[in-house]
C-alpha cells in the first residue's frame, strides 16, 4: 500500500481538471493498492512548502462529477523551474517530503516544462534507487508536444477557437461596408489552435479569409497584399492571426509594440499583434477594422467545452494509475490513433518523458498553403474529431456549477 | 390581404434572429391576412436600393428553426438615420416602395437609433394617412431602452458576461502570486452589462472584487486606492469595467488612450479602456496585470445563449404581429413583470415608440454600491431569471448548424 500524488502545472485549459478527476477516479477504484490521494497545492512549488490537500478526504462524489467539467486548476498551478543540477539540495529534501508521505506513484499534469519537471525528477529517483513511478500527463491548449497525436486540453480551446471565429465573422458581416476583421488566437511558437479557426469555415468562400501561423515568416509588405487582393474580392474579411507571428528576423510582432515580458522558464508574453495589425490595416486602406484578442476565455470557457476531449483527459489519466500499477516511471502517457479503425479511435500509451520535454511541435509546414495565408484541408480531418460533442453541465442560477477548493 | 416586412438594424445580438423568427412564424399563422413576409436587406438603407429577400418562400421549416439561435444579423444590418424633416424626399420614396409590395405590416428590429426610425416612419404615415402598421421589436444587449422591464438580447450577453467573468477569474486565480484582472465589457453608456458580471460571483469573498459603470464618474485616484485596497486583502483582484466608463468632466476612459472614432448616428467607439487601466495598475502596483476585453464575442455567442433570452424575444415579435393585426402602429413591444405571479412571469405590451426613441436608461443609482465599485443584490433578482437555461442547439462537425441568406 502506497499513496498517489498529483499535481497540475502550467497554463490551466478547459480539460486539466478532466485530468485530475481520471487520476482520482481511477485512484480509488484501486484502493487496495493506493491508500491515499495527495494533490500538491501550485504544483512542486507549493509541495515543497508543504501546501497538499488530502483529495481522497475533501472530494465526494458529487464534486467530483463536477470537477470533470470545472476550468482553471483545481489545485492551483506554478511555473516553477527544478534545478538542472541533480546535486542540487532540493531533490532529497523533494523526496524526503515524498517517502513521509509514503507515495509510490507521483502524477504531474502539464506541457513541455511541466514534463520537463517529471524527467528530473524520475532521473533522480533513478540515482537514488527510489521506486516512486514518476509518471507526466500531458495538458496543453497548444497542442505542441511531440510524440503524442494531441494534447488533452487542445480539442476545447479548438472547439471554443472555431466557434468563436464563426460567430465573430458573421457579427462583422451585418454591415454592407469593407471591414476587417483580425483575430488573435493563443498557441505561443505553434499554429495548431490558431490553425483550428479552419473550422470555422462552412464553405470556400466562407470566412476567416486569411490564416497566419507563427511557422512561416510573416512579412508586412505580403500581408498589406493578401489583405487588399481579398478586400477587393469582398466585403468582409477574417484574418486569424497567432499570438507568437515573428518577422523573418525572428522578432515577434507583439515586440513592435512592447518590450515582452518572460517567466521563470524565459518565455515571453506574446499578446498584442492583432491590436498592431489593427492599426496598421486601418491606416492603410481606411475600412473598418476591429481586433479580438480571443484571449484567456479560449482555454478557459466551460461552456464550449469538447465532450471528446474531456473524455480523453479522463482516458489518458486513468491509463496513467494504470502505467504507475504496471511499474511504469519516467513516461508521459500518450495516445495515437489506430490506423485499422475505419472511424477515429484513439490509444492510450506511455512514451519516456525525456523525448517529450523541452521541445515543440510545430505545426506541420505541408499543411500550410497559399505561401502562408490558408490551411490545408488535410488538418480538417485531423482536427474535427477533437472538437466533437458537448457535455452536459450542471447548471445553477443560469451557470455551470464547478467544483471548489474549500 | 397585404404582406410583412420585416428588417434588422444596429448591432447585432444573440437574439435579434429569435425576434426574426417570431416574426416569420407568427406571420406564416396568420397567411389568411399575411400573405408575403418580405426582409429588409441591410435595414431600411438597404431597402431603399430595392434590396429584399422574400422570406415566406425562402426558408423552409428547418431553416426558420436554425434561424432562433443563429447569431449576428441573418437580414443583415444598417446605421442609416433618416432625416429629421418629414419632408424629406426619402419618405414619399419609401412608402411607395411599400406600397409597391402591398406592405400592411412593417416591423423593425433594434435599439434606440430603430425605435427612432420607426418613429419618423410612422409619423409620416400619419400624415400621408397610411394605414401601414408601423412597429418597433427591442433588441440591444446594453439594455438601454427606456419603457421596458428589459430587453432581448441583453440575458444572452449577460448571460455570456457572468460565465466568462467567473471562467477568467477562476483562470486567474490558479498563481499563489498577486494579480490583476482587468475585464472590458460592452454596454456603451449604461451600466447594465457591466453589472452582470456579478452574477458571476459565487459568494461574497468570490471575484468580481470591484465593478465599475459608467454611471458613476470614473476616478483614478479612487480606482487605485480600491485596488490597492483590495490587493493587501487578497492575492487575485478581478475588476470589471464598462466600456464607457468616463471621468467627471465626462472624459471616456478609452478617449485618453485614441481619438475614438463616431459613427453616423454620432456615436463614439468606446473601446480600450481595459488595456489602459491594464498598463496603468501594472506601473502603479508592479504585479502582474492582464486585461481581456470580451468584444464582440458577448453579443455573437450561440453556444452561450440564454433561453430565457431566447424564448422571450420570440414571444415578443409574436405579440408585434398580433398587435399589428389589432391595427397597432407607432408603438415598441414592451413587456413587464407580472408582479401578483409567485415566479417570474413576463407580460407583453405596446408602449408609445416616440416615448423610447432617443432615450436611454441608465442602470438605477441605488443598485450601485460602494462609492461605485459595487452592485447590490437587488440586482441579481432582477438579472438572474434573464440568463436561465440554454438552448439545445443542432450541431454539425462540432459547431453550431446555423441558418443562412442564400
Not at 487496495?32 to 483529495?55: A, H, S, T
Not at 532521473?123 to 514518476?134: L, P, R
Not at 458573421?170 to 505561443?188: A, F, L, P
Not at 487582393?229 to 523573418?248: H, M, P, Y
Amino acid at each position: 500500500m502506497g499513496n498517489i500524488l498529483v499535481g497540475q502545472s502550467g497554463g490551466p485549459t478547459a480539460a486539466i481538471n478532466a485530468s485530475l478527476y481520471g487520476i482520482i477516479a481511477q485512484g480509488k477504484e484501486n484502493m487496495d493498492i493506493f491508500e491515499k490521494i495527495y494533490g500538491m497545492r501550485n504544483g512542486i512549488e507549493g509541495f515543497l512548502d508543504d501546501r497538499y490537500v488530502n483529495l481522497s478526504d475533501t472530494i465526494n462524489a458529487d464534486d467530483l462529477e463536477l470537477l470533470k467539467t470545472t476550468p482553471s486548476a483545481y489545485l492551483g498551478s506554478c511555473r516553477y523551474k527544478l534545478p538542472k543540477d541533480i546535486n542540487d539540495a532540493v531533490y532529497p529534501r523533494l523526496f524526503e517530503k515524498l517517502n513521509a508521505l509514503n507515495i509510490t506513484a507521483l502524477f504531474y499534469i502539464g506541457g513541455n516544462d511541466s514534463m520537463d519537471t517529471v524527467a528530473k525528477l524520475s532521473a533522480y529517483a533513478q540515482t537514488i534507487g527510489s521506486d516512486i513511478c514518476i509518471l507526466g500527463i500531458p495538458k496543453t491548449i497548444d497542442n505542441d508536444l511531440v510524440e503524442i497525436d494531441h494534447t488533452p486540453g487542445f480539442g476545447s480551446a479548438a472547439k471554443f477557437v472555431a466557434s468563436a471565429v464563426r460567430d465573430i465573422s458573421m457579427d462583422s458581416h451585418v454591415y454592407n461596408t469593407k471591414s476587417v476583421t483580425i483575430i488573435e488566437i493563443m498557441g505561443r511558437h505553434a499554429g495548431w489552435l490558431t490553425a483550428a479557426s479552419l473550422l470555422a469555415r462552412k464553405d470556400k468562400q466562407d470566412n476567416p479569409t486569411l490564416i497566419y501561423l507563427p511557422e512561416v515568416p510573416f512579412k508586412l509588405e505580403s500581408f498589406y497584399r493578401d489583405v487588399e487582393e481579398k478586400l477587393a474580392e469582398r466585403n468582409n474579411v477574417t484574418v486569424c492571426v497567432s499570438e507568437g507571428i515573428s518577422d523573418e528576423h525572428g522578432v515577434f510582432l507583439c515586440e513592435y509594440l512592447q518590450a515582452a515580458e518572460a517567466d521563470t522558464f524565459g518565455h515571453k508574453n506574446l499578446t498584442g499583434c492583432g491590436k498592431l495589425l489593427e492599426n496598421m490595416v486601418k491606416s492603410k486602406f481606411g475600412v473598418k477594422v476591429r481586433s479580438v484578442e480571443l484571449n484567456v476565455i479560449q482555454r478557459a470557457c466551460a461552456f464550449i467545452g469538447s465532450k471528446a476531449d474531456i473524455e480523453e483527459a479522463v482516458a489518458a489519466s486513468r491509463f496513467g494509475v494504470q502505467a504507475a500499477l504496471a511499474g511504469e516511471t519516467g513516461k508521459m502517457i500518450s495516445c495515437e490513433r489506430d490506423a485499422s479503425a475505419e472511424t477515429y479511435t484513439l490509444r492510450y500509451k506511455t512514451v519516456p518523458v525525456s523525448l517529450v520535454c523541452n521541445r515543440e511541435k510545430k505545426f506541420p509546414l505541408e499543411w500550410i498553403t497559399k505561401n502562408g495565408t490558408d490551411i490545408s484541408p488535410a488538418f480538417l480531418e485531423y482536427c474535427t474529431p477533437l472538437i466533437m460533442g458537448e457535455m452536459q453541465l450542471k447548471t445553477e442560477n443560469g451557470l455551470p456549477a464547478y467544483c471548489y477548493l474549500k
